[in-house]
Nanobody, 122 residues
Framework: QVQVVESGGGLVQAGGSLRLSCAAS????????MGWYRQAPGAQRDLVAR???????KYADSAKGRFTISRDNARNTMYLQMNSLKVEDTAVYYC????????????????WGQGTQVTVSA
């Protein structure tokens, strides 16, 4: 069993910053990739940023230059530093990990967190 918990969301004015955290726990053998996704009302859930086990990152065009993803492998934790926030960044932000379990490290599974609300006001 794996638990994925996001935190750090809240209300912020446009131009401000937030730092989201995602903590994974349970019988994890290794985490290959970790990513942040977001879903606004009436929209699909889209990738914001992801980071692999080597630290390689990818960003959505909307996040480039403003957001920074990082991870602490020792703590199975991922962060998303969001700067210069815009109203259109308002969404529920979800953490997703791709991890293998100690019971069978050969196979990877996807796990989602419950989401954390980010609201950016004008």
């Amino acid at each position: 069993q794996v638990q994925v918990v996001e935190s750090g969301g809240g209300l912020v004015q446009a131009g401000g910053s937030l730092r989201l955290s995602c903590a994974a726990s349970g019988s994890i053998f290794s985490i290959n990739t970790m990513g942040w996704y977001r879903q606004a009302p009436g929209a699909q859930r889209d990738l914001v940023a992801r980071i692999d086990i080597s630290g390689n990152t990818k960003y959505a065009d909307s996040a480039k230059g403003r957001f920074t993803i990082s991870r602490d492998n020792a703590r199975n934790t991922m962060y998303l530093q969001m700067n210069s926030l815009k109203v259109e960044d308002t969404a529920v932000y979800y953490c997703k990990i791709e991890a293998s379990l100690v019971q069978d490290p050969r196979f990877q599974y996807q796990y989602w967190g419950q989401g954390t609300q980010v609201t950016v006001s004008a």
